[in-house]
Nanobody, 116 residues
Framework: VQLQASGGGLVQAGGSLRLSCAAS????????MGWYRQAPGKQRELVAA???????SYADSVKGRFTISRDNAKNLVYLQMNSLKAEDTAVYYC???????????WGQGTLVTVSS
């Protein structure tokens, strides 16, 4: 499976961005999809995930501000980010669950920079 994330950019605190990720390759094997982020000097963390059936989960730090969604027919996953804060600044990566595990190979992420 290959993943291509897009939609990052520079935004002021309180603003919004929408990230998109397209999956290609062995897409029939994909179950859950999700978004991770890695801020400078910090470990990569799971921000949001969504199952094939649409069940979502979020990190406490983004609950109520971020919304994950997916288009199974087009193999796309989105992350709508509202009320952005400076601490949301990070490189955002999409990932997918195949055979019960998140892929260990990461595609190119997309940089989100929130200015305060």
């Amino acid at each position: 499976v290959q993943l291509q994330a897009s939609g990052g950019g520079l935004v002021q605190a309180g603003g919004s961005l929408r990230l998109s990720c397209a999956a290609s390759g062995s897409i029939f094997s994909i179950n859950a999809m999700g978004w991770y982020r890695q801020a400078p000097g910090k470990q990569r963390e799971l921000v949001a995930a969504i199952t094939r059936g649409g069940i979502t989960s979020y990190a406490d730090s983004v609950k109520g501000r971020f919304t994950i969604s997916r288009d199974n027919a087009k193999n796309l996953v989105y992350l709508q980010m509202n009320s952005l804060k400076a601490e949301d600044t990070a490189v955002y990566y999409c990932n997918v669950v195949v055979a019960g595990s998140w892929l260990t190979s990461w595609g190119q992420g997309t940089l989100v920079t929130v200015s305060s």
